[in-house]
């Protein structure tokens, strides 16, 4: 295509606009309040403050501002404060002596009852294998999230002890929310506004939204009740996906720490959340939130409190997002955080179109009302019953009444919610609404509550149904509804929605760390939403269906929990590395898990180590162990310096400069390999990893094996085979990658795994050429 000389100076003129545009924008920004998290050196403290650094940071924050105010003190995580600035002060403060660094507040999101029986742990055989409840009921599990609707009866503590001793937490009280809100199950609630407070410039609106723990969305009902709701028996969605709906650790207690509101979750918040979930004593952190807007950990909040509260022996969990299936869309790129992308159930809602020329299309939908009248219904697509079609079809306002009225309606997948558009076909006339996947969602379907009789189908079959429509005169269609069906194969497969690898900040760490179920999950929902999310919805229930890598983080939560009440001394790494080296990434019938998104196998830049196993995992004989020290080392060969260690890890520490710190060494139970191929070698040449095992089992011999590999690589394992004669017992070896020079973009996996003939401890390597 030729492109018209006279474009050129009028795309040059644009560009010159845009930049005198973003030079005013400059200047306002700079002189607009933003929220500022400051972090202080205790130890630069001048005396004469004594042991009071709250005045300290005080009259810190005095010498650059005389009207801000602390938003919050931090002192279990990080220590310092958050206040709101303009650019000029925030430079000042920064200059301050105590003064570690001051980041701007970044903005994070929401990664929006079979489960338990799908991952084998209700079987009666299993029962024995688990931790008694005594021990698992000394287990708090943290969520930073949206709240909680405590009314429901996934938080019923019948036959929960009390509470345990060292427990520090507290029911904050509220709108709608008071101390006998909590109870031995929900045994914590807390909630951090002011961040979200002072960023959107006025108080929360208490008509609006709950100025409490009190969850006004059903994200912190879902993620909590996933992770630790007691058993309900006969709980379902309008009769789909019924059975006793249960969280993974049904006898573990609940904390929640609400820092997310209808405007997002912001970092103050956040900050302040960990703060306080670590300082109140919980063992696990879950955090179904995330975000991609920071481009190294130390700028990351989640990833600096992470590291603390890892230091400090938690458990921490972050969902994977759901920015799929585009590659290197994670969040949660830390190896101290356990990384949880989503998979399928076995369960599917299946349901019919049957058009007039007799063809019949499977889809999947929830629906609760009155079915459609008997007999063919008049069918029409949107994008031919529209005021424009150059928006999303089928949102607001958008369709045709007279064009619509008294038929079936297709509707493309697109921005505006599912539930949304049914409310709009039914606001139009419409008696029943087609949702067609486009090319964008694939054969992905996800089920949702509709207002009206719905079918959501497959690209594929919402091609075919637009091809009928569109040769056919009269085009007619009728639904038919199924029954939740069970044991869908294959299953699970890997959600087209769940962020991927490989991990953009340090490549030599895998990402994600594994995958759990997320899609079209049962559990817990606040009283104040209705299940489609949409306004228009009067229907209130105690239990919902929704998907997202939000939903998945809780399971592996819970999951850490029982681990960690099995084995106490395990340490983050130890647990997170059982669950990941007991993964599966096979069938039953030996394939290779499923990608969704490309209905081809799926590779460790989509499962990571594969999908959890939560049986295999209580006995792993083996595990790679990470503590502080080993994550020190690891940044110092990301070339970090002693400050960005300081903001990052909360500790001093200055790198051995005569040390060759390799951060392929970091002792992660997976391998990756990152390969430059504009480099000299163009890729080809000698990696050399070590890693050490524990022995978590009995005493031993391990011998080692390595999948086949292409003839790009290849991988020496050095020594063969290790004995343990002990419990806790270390040993080391090293794997050398020997590659070859490739195209940019080529990349090959393999496997490699120790056995004992009892155990297999399994890690995935995956090599990449960019
Ligand atoms: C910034 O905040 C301070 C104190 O809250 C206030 O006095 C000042 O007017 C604000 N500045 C701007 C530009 O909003
Ligand atoms: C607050 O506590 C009282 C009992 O002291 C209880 O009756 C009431 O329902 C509670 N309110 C809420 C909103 O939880
Ligand atoms: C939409 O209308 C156009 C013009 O009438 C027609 O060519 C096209 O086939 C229609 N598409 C569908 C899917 O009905
Ligand atoms: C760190 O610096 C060393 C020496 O300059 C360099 O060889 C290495 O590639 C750097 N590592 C990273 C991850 O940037
Ligand atoms: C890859 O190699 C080229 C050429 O040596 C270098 O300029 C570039 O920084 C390298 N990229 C990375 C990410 O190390």
Request: charged letters at 20%; glycine letters at 12%; hydrophobic letters at 35%.
């Given at each position: 295509m030729k492109i018209p000389i006279c474009m050129l100076p009028l795309t040059l003129m644009l560009l010159a606009l845009s930049h005198i545009s973003c030079v005013v924008a400059e200047e306002r920004e700079q002189q607009m309040n933003k929220t500022y998290i400051i972090r202080m050196d205790k130890s630069k403290m001048p005396a004469s403050f004594g042991d009071d650094h709250f005045q300290w940071y005080g009259s810190s924050l005095k010498s650059v501002s005389k009207s801000a105010d602390v938003l919050y003190t931090y002192r279990t995580i990080i220590h310092g404060f958050s206040t709101r600035l303009t650019a000029e002060e925030a430079e000042l403060l920064e200059k301050q002596t105590g003064v570690v660094s001051v980041l701007r507040e970044l903005r994070y999101e929401l990664h929006t009852t079979r489960t338990p029986e799908f991952l084998g742990i209700t079987?009666?055989?299993?029962?024995?294998?688990?931790?008694?409840?005594?021990?698992?009921?000394?287990?708090?599990?943290?969520?930073?999230?949206?709240?909680?609707?405590?009314?429901?009866?996934?938080?019923?503590?019948?036959?929960?002890?009390?509470?345990?001793?060292?427990?520090?937490?507290?029911?904050?009280?509220?709108?709608?929310?008071?101390?006998?809100?909590?109870?031995?199950?929900?045994?914590?609630?807390?909630?951090?506004?002011?961040?979200?407070?002072?960023?959107?410039?006025?108080?929360?609106?208490?008509?609006?939204?709950?100025?409490?723990?009190?969850?006004?969305?059903?994200?912190?009902?879902?993620?909590?009740?996933?992770?630790?709701?007691?058993?309900?028996?006969?709980?379902?969605?309008?009769?789909?996906?019924?059975?006793?709906?249960?969280?993974?650790?049904?006898?573990?207690?609940?904390?929640?720490?609400?820092?997310?509101?209808?405007?997002?979750?912001?970092?103050?918040?956040?900050?302040?959340?960990?703060?306080?979930?670590?300082?109140?004593?919980?063992?696990?952190?879950?955090?179904?939130?995330?975000?991609?807007?920071?481009?190294?950990?130390?700028?990351?909040?989640?990833?600096?409190?992470?590291?603390?509260?890892?230091?400090?022996?938690?458990?921490?969990?972050?969902?994977?997002?759901?920015?799929?299936?585009?590659?290197?869309?994670?969040?949660?790129?830390?190896?101290?955080?356990?990384?949880?992308?989503?998979?399928?159930?076995?369960?599917?809602?299946?349901?019919?179109?049957?058009?007039?020329?007799?063809?019949?299309?499977?889809?999947?939908?929830?629906?609760?009302?009155?079915?459609?009248?008997c007999g063919l219904l008049p069918l029409v697509y949107a994008g031919n019953a529209s005021n424009s079609i150059d928006g999303d079809l089928c949102s607001l306002d958008s369709l045709i009444p007279g064009k619509v009225a008294g038929k079936i309606v297709v509707c493309d997948k697109g921005i505006t919610y599912n539930s949304e558009k049914s409310a709009v076909v039914k606001k139009a006339g419409g008696l029943g609404m087609i949702l067609a996947n486009t090319k964008a969602y694939g054969e992905e379907v996800v089920a949702d509550s509709y207002l009206l009789p719905t079918v959501v189908v497959g690209q594929k079959a919402g091609d075919a149904i637009k091809r009928y429509i569109a040769s056919h005169d009269n085009p007619k269609a009728t639904f038919d509804f199924g029954k939740t069906q069970l044991g869908v194969e294959p299953s699970p497969v890997v959600a087209a929605f769940s962020s991927r690898g490989p991990n953009l900040i340090s490549p030599t760490v895998l990402k994600p760390d594994l995958i759990a179920p997320g899609v079209n999950i049962l559990a817990g929902w606040s009283g104040a939403v209705p299940p489609s999310g949409f306004y228009e919805d009067t229907r209130r229930v105690s239990f919902n269906i929704i998907s997202g890598t939000s939903m998945s983080c809780p399971h592996v939560s819970g999951l850490a929990a029982l681990l960690k009440a099995a084995h106490p001394k395990w340490s983050p790494a130890a647990v997170k590395s059982a669950l990941m080296t007991t993964s599966y990434t096979t069938y039953k019938n030996g394939k290779p898990l499923k990608d969704i998104a490309t209905r081809n196998a799926a590779t460790p830049f989509d499962y990571g180590a594969g999908h959890v196993d939560p049986v295999a995992a209580l006995d792993p004989g083996l595990v790679y162990d990470l503590g502080v020290e080993d994550y020190l080392s690891f940044l110092c060969a990301l070339n970090y310096t002693t400050r960005d260690i300081k903001i990052l890890t909360h500790i001093d520490f200055t790198c051995d400069s005569s040390k060759n710190y390799r951060a392929g060494d970091l002792n992660y139970p997976s391998f990756a390999v990152s390969l430059n191929t504009s480099s000299g070698n163009r890729g080809a040449g000698t990696k050399i990893y070590t890693r050490t095992l524990t022995n978590v089992g009995t005493p031993g011999t391990y011998k080692v094996s390595v999948s086949a590999l292409s003839p790009s690589v290849k991988i020496w394992v050095e020594p063969k085979s290790l004995s343990f004669a002990q419990a806790y017992e270390k040993k080391m070896y090293t794997v050398t990658f020997v590659t070859s020079a490739m195209p940019s973009g080529t990349k090959s996996f393999a496997n490699l795994e120790w056995s004992d003939g009892k155990h297999i401890v399994s890690s995935p390597i995956a090599i990449s050429w960019f």
């Open positions: 079987f009666a055989r299993n029962e024995a294998i688990f931790p008694t409840s005594d021990k698992i009921s000394r287990v708090v599990i943290g969520l930073i999230d949206t709240g909680v609707w405590p009314e429901i009866k996934s938080y019923d503590d019948k036959g929960l002890g009390p509470v345990p001793k060292t427990w520090k937490g507290k029911c904050e009280e509220g709108t709608n929310f008071n101390s006998s809100s909590c109870n031995r199950k929900l045994v914590g609630a807390r909630f951090f506004p002011k961040g979200y407070e002072a960023s959107m410039g006025q108080p929360i609106d208490e008509r609006v939204e709950s100025r409490s723990p009190r969850d006004d969305s059903g994200h912190g009902t879902h993620t909590s009740t996933t992770a630790a709701g007691s058993a309900v028996p006969g709980a379902s969605l309008f009769g789909y996906a019924s059975g006793t709906a249960r969280g993974m650790a049904t006898q573990a207690r609940v904390a929640t720490y609400k820092a997310c509101w209808f405007g997002g979750c912001y970092s103050s918040d956040i900050i302040a959340a960990m703060d306080k979930a670590v300082e109140d004593g919980v063992n696990i952190l879950s955090l179904s939130i995330g975000g991609t807007r920071y481009h190294n950990y130390y700028t990351d909040a989640m990833a600096i409190g992470a590291f603390s509260a890892m230091a400090k022996g938690i458990f921490v969990s972050g969902s994977a997002g759901n920015r799929g299936p585009a590659k290197g869309s994670l969040s949660h790129n830390a190896p101290w955080i356990t990384t949880v992308g989503a998979g399928t159930l076995d369960r599917d809602f299946p349901a019919y179109v049957s058009l007039g020329n007799r063809k019949k299309y499977r889809g999947i939908s929830i629906y609760a009302g009155p079915s459609l009248s």
